[in-house]
């Protein structure tokens, strides 16, 4: 098994639909350095809209691979909480998974897959074992991460469980076709920008546009590569293709939302 250079020193992420309003990520910090004050936390995002598991999946899938190997990532998206579903952490090549069993994780693991996983039934390791219904990121998630980052192995956390029962998220893949790749919506960032299921290998070195809501959009490299106001598609810095509009907002003027289709056709 892969060994943690985990130490008292180590380092957590949070990534949430907690907004910044209310003091919900502040008690989770407070938690964590209730258990070890040396930690140091990133918070990586608390504005994924509300339950959005969908944009919280691509949101950490494009944020791990930017921290040292090792680091604890807590996500909490979890409108299933105080039901059936899991409490889990996982173990994979960069670090540690704590949250809900959703699907929160599946884009992470799609492309570094989990080594072990186990179902939090360890009570010792939550903040309280009488956990509130509707604040598990609280009671459970932080306490165990904040352990899990101070030295305590994933094992004592609990039940060990097969990773392949680990819940995904049913987000088709792309599909290569004998005139490009067709493929589906899977994330809206602030901007408005419509960010596809598509990688930038499909297109390197290629002349290409995309056929999207009844449109054919131009394939270019920057955004000021055609003029304010107009459609484009490109490739994102997350190495995504993504359709936008210069100096305006793709998703309010072509009204797609996640999972509708699209293809890049290459000339």
């Not at 105080?82 to 889990?88: D, E, L, N, T, Y």
């Not at 956390?157 to 790749?181: F, M, N, R």
Request: glycine residues 10%.
């Amino acid at each position: 098994m892969y060994k943690s250079q985990i130490g008292e020193q180590a380092l957590i992420t949070l990534l949430s639909d907690f907004g910044d309003r209310d003091v919900y990520v502040g008690i989770i910090k407070g938690v964590i350095a209730q258990i070890n004050p040396r930690l140091t936390v990133v918070d990586l995002t608390h504005q994924i809209p509300p339950q959005d598991i969908v944009a919280a999946r691509f949101s950490l899938m494009n944020a791990y691979a930017y921290f040292p190997v090792g680091t604890v990532h807590i996500a909490v998206v979890d409108p299933g909480v105080g039901s059936k579903r899991r409490a889990i952490a996982v173990e994979f090549a960069q670090g540690f998974l704590v949250g809900p069993d959703n699907g929160i994780f599946s884009g992470v693991l799609s492309l570094s897959p989990a080594i072990a996983a186990i179902e939090l039934t360890n009570l010792n390791y939550w903040r309280t074992p009488q956990p509130s219904k509707t604040f598990h990121g609280r009671d459970i998630f932080a306490a165990v991460g904040a352990n899990l980052a101070s030295g305590v192995s994933l094992k004592q956390l609990g039940q060990e469980i097969e990773p392949a029962s680990l819940v995904k998220l049913d987000i088709d893949d792309c599909k290569q076709t004998t005139t490009g790749v067709v493929g589906c919506i899977q994330y809206i960032d602030y901007f408005g920008n419509l960010v596809s299921n598509i990688p930038a290998s499909y297109v390197q070195g290629k002349t290409w546009y995309v056929q999207a809501a009844g449109l054919t959009i131009p394939g270019c490299e920057t955004y000021s590569d055609v003029k304010m106001g107009e459609i484009i598609a490109l490739v994102g810095s997350h190495g995504w293709i993504e359709i936008a509009i210069n100096s305006g907002n793709a998703n309010s003027q072509l009204q797609l939302d996640w999972q509708e289709p699209l293809e890049v056709v290459l000339t």
